[in-house]
Structure formats: C-alpha cells, structure tokens
C-alpha cells in the first residue's frame, strides 16, 4: 500500500502539476491575445492619428490658400479704389482747367469787344473809307 500511497502522490502531484502548466499555458494564451488586441489597437489608433494628421494638414493648407487669396483679392480692391481716387482728383483737376480755359477765353472775348466797341465809336470822326471794321466772332 505504501506503494500505492506513493504512485497515488506522485499522480496527484503530476495531475496537479498539469493542471498548473494547463491554467499557466491559458493564461500565456490570454496574454498573447490581450498583448495582439493592444498591438492592433496600438496600430488602429496610430493609423487614426496619422489620418487626423493627414486631414488636419490638408485643412490647414486650405485655410492658408484661402487666407492668400482673400489678401489679394483686399489688396486688389484696395489698389482699384486708389486708382479711383486718382481719375476723380485728375477730372477735377482737367475739368478746372477747363473751366479756367473758358473763364480766359470769355475774358478775352469782352475785352476784344470793348476794344471793337472803343475802336467803331472812334472812327465815327474819321471818313467813312478809314473806319475800322468790328472784331466778330467766328
């Protein structure tokens, strides 16, 4: 029986031991698929952050282009305006001019026809053949 007893034992302690490599081996296998999932995870998560990245970029080169041409767009109603303002100061300039071109010309005028009236009430003492003809417009 002492024999028994020990094979008993040793069995006990084998079956106990298998038992252990067995619950070992499970958890070995839970780890190995908890450590895949977190490595998956890991992957799906960088891949997620690359493609926010990737979005984030392409927005901000959006926004950049965006913001250039709303620059130009100002900077060519602001150069349209100062033209602008320049032909109005240049007519306002040209039409002055004008103006004082016809306020030399009527000027002139009254002064050649005082000058012709002058001249037609002096010859009335010269003879007729002698007297000056009047200045008239044409």
Partial sequence: MAIEQ???AQLQSTIAAANDVAEAQGRAVVETH???HVHKADVRMTETFQRLQDQLHASMEQLMQDVLKAHAE????EIRLAIAAQGQEILKTVKEQI???KKDNTTQMEQAKSTAEKGSQVDHST???Q???PLTRH
């Fill in 6 to 8: 020990h094979v008993s």
């Fill in 127 to 129: 003879p007729t053949t």
């Fill in 131 to 133: 007297r000056r003809t």
């Fill in 74 to 77: 100002q900077v060519s109603v």
């Fill in 99 to 101: 103006n004082a071109v």
């Fill in 34 to 36: 908890t450590v895949q």
